[in-house]
């Protein structure tokens, strides 16, 4: 890879917009379970916009190098889970608040990238002639590309993406033990389980509704 071919600029933007994406993910759990009276995000600061409270070596670091020079289409990854006592929130207010608190992250992504594509598209930026403009555009973008990702990718239900524990609470709501327990089996080998999904056509089922969501808010 050549660098003195890349647009440093585009670079720190899709990895600003990467980390909006990753990070407040996370912050987004933290506070919905905050408001379900779990001070243990907070206590811990993890509710702060600092990314250095937020970054995972592996999933912030390591893992978006690594697609970034081999040119991967976007760049993918996570930052550390935010701390949820979900036992103290289930006990006060029931499974629905555990869904909340699983799905908050998603809604977050998924609201976020619906917002950015109402004002790229609601003509504010005009011709969008002037450099900046095309910088900020440029931005957008890639904010929403990331969110979009991001937000479909952690509905999968297998753990320990957030659909699975929505899922399992959904399920627990109903009376249903047999697929909360079937995850909990099987949540050791949850990350091989992706990779070998994403490493076969399975992972159409991810890209399939990625690309649709995406063409809706990009055109």
């Known amino acids: 890879m050549n660098f003195s071919d890349q647009n440093m600029s585009a670079i720190f933007l899709k990895v600003f917009a990467f980390l909006i994406a990753i990070i407040g993910h996370e912050i987004m759990h933290g506070y ?49 889970p935010v701390p949820v006592n979900m036992n103290l929130i289930i006990q006060r207010w ?5 869904i909340a608190v699983s799905l908050a992250g998603v809604a977050y992504n998924l609201i976020l990238a619906l917002m950015i594509s109402g004002i790229l598209f609601s003509g504010v930026f005009g011709s969008a002639s002037e450099g900046w403009m095309q910088i900020l555009i440029l931005f957008f973008v890639q904010l929403i590309i990331y969110n979009v990702v991001l ?9 320990p993406l957030d659909g699975s524990q929505a899922l399992s609470f959904l399920c627990l709501k109903m009376g249903i033990q047999g697929i909360p327990k079937f995850f909990y089996q099987i949540s050791p080998y949850g990350m091989i389980i992706l990779l070998i999904i994403l490493a076969t056509p399975l992972s159409q089922v991810f890209f399939y509704p990625t690309q649709f969501l995406l063409r809706f808010l990009l055109t």
């Open 94 to 98: 029931g499974y629905g608040a555990g």
């Open 151 to 159: 937000g479909i990718f952690n509905l999968w239900p297998i753990p």
């Open 32 to 80: 919905v379970a905050f408001r379900y009276g779990d001070d243990t995000a907070k206590k811990m600061g993890r509710l702060s916009i600092n990314p250095l409270k937020h970054i995972d070596p592996v999933g912030s670091i390591l893992i978006p190098l690594i697609l970034f020079f081999v040119q991967a289409p976007f760049l993918f990854g996570w930052a550390k």
